[in-house]
């Protein structure tokens, strides 16, 4: 409660007793007190639904008083006609009807370039992985797995290519659309998602991750993020329903051998 606005409010409407207004002024006077009371004088802001829906309750209210004696009545609709007639307020009439245009154009203006505000709690880009999952029924250890292809590398660079092949298959048919041609994280529905897809010629993604690590979020995507990675919405989906266990490994001896990074070397435990 913002006590200052509501005792002004107060003082004001208690003011007015003495300006001799009539019935119409007192409904237009109590309305706007109302309101600002409502508006500025509860702390947190009301939202403006709610707002609208009091400021309803609170015209039906005055209407139902002003029409419940038949002399206010008549005073209201006597200053109403006044006002439309009386010459002495042609310049008021010809304002307001100028102003109300304007108000209206106003409120669709500042509705409509209004920026949508970002989550205020950031997001962990990097979150530590679990210990082990549970992948199509088999439980992985996320902290001793490594990819069984990486060393065929060196004992059998034949079987090595036709891993990372597999892998391009795989990536263009499935990664393309986010993470883009050049693995740039600008594939062609990237900027319609907040995050924006991963970019992996960046020295921040994959080559400071382990290949363990990628395997947990192509396999989990999005819905295994833990909680300090979701105040915005990923849309890195769960490849586990559509790809094998040898299907994300190839995917990511592709990512590697594309981007030319190397994974970060698990660290030796002593
Ligand atoms: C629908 C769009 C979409 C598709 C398709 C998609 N991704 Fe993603 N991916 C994202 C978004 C968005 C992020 C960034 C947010 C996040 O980390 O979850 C991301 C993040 C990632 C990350 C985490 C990188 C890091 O630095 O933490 C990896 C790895 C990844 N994607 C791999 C893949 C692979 C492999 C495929 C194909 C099998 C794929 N993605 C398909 C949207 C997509």
Not at 21 to 32: D, P, R, S, T
Not at 65 to 80: G, P
Not at 155 to 174: E, K
Not at 188 to 209: E, K, R, S, V, Y
Request: glycine share 6%; net charge negative.
């Amino acid at each position: 409660m913002n006590f200052i606005v509501i005792v002004s409010v107060a003082v004001v409407l208690f003011a007015l007793r003495f300006a001799k207004l009539n019935a119409l002024g007192w409904a237009v006077a109590w309305w706007v007190g109302v309101y600002i009371c409502f508006r500025y004088g509860v702390v947190p802001p009301v939202p403006a639904s709610i707002m609208s829906m009091y400021m309803f309750i609170v015209t039906l209210v005055l209407v139902a008083y002003v029409s419940a004696a038949h002399d206010r009545m008549k005073e209201v609709t006597d200053s109403l006609i006044a006002f439309f007639v009386n010459p002495k307020y042609k310049i008021a009439l010809g304002l307001s009807l100028l102003l109300l245009p304007v108000l209206v154009a106003f409120q669709v203006y500042t509705g409509m370039t209004s920026q949508p505000q970002p989550p205020i709690s950031g997001r962990t880009v990097h979150p530590p992985p679990p210990g082990n999952i549970s992948f199509q029924g088999k439980q992985i250890d996320l902290l001793t797995v490594h990819n069984p292809y990486r060393d065929l590398a060196d004992s059998d660079p034949q079987a090595f290519s036709a891993h990372v092949n597999a892998g391009r298959s795989i990536y263009y048919q499935n990664c393309v659309y986010c993470h883009g041609d050049n693995m740039e994280g600008d594939g062609m529905f990237a900027h319609g998602f907040d995050p924006i897809p991963a970019n992996f010629q960046d020295p921040t993604t994959i080559a400071m991750l382990q290949e363990s690590y990628l395997f947990w979020r192509i396999a989990k995507g999005a819905p295994g993020l833990p909680s300090e990675s979701t105040p915005w919405f990923s849309a890195m989906p769960a490849w586990e329903t559509f790809l094998s266990e040898e299907e994300i490994w190839d995917v990511i001896l592709f990512l590697y051998d594309y981007t030319g990074q190397l994974p970060r070397a698990s660290e030796e435990v002593h």
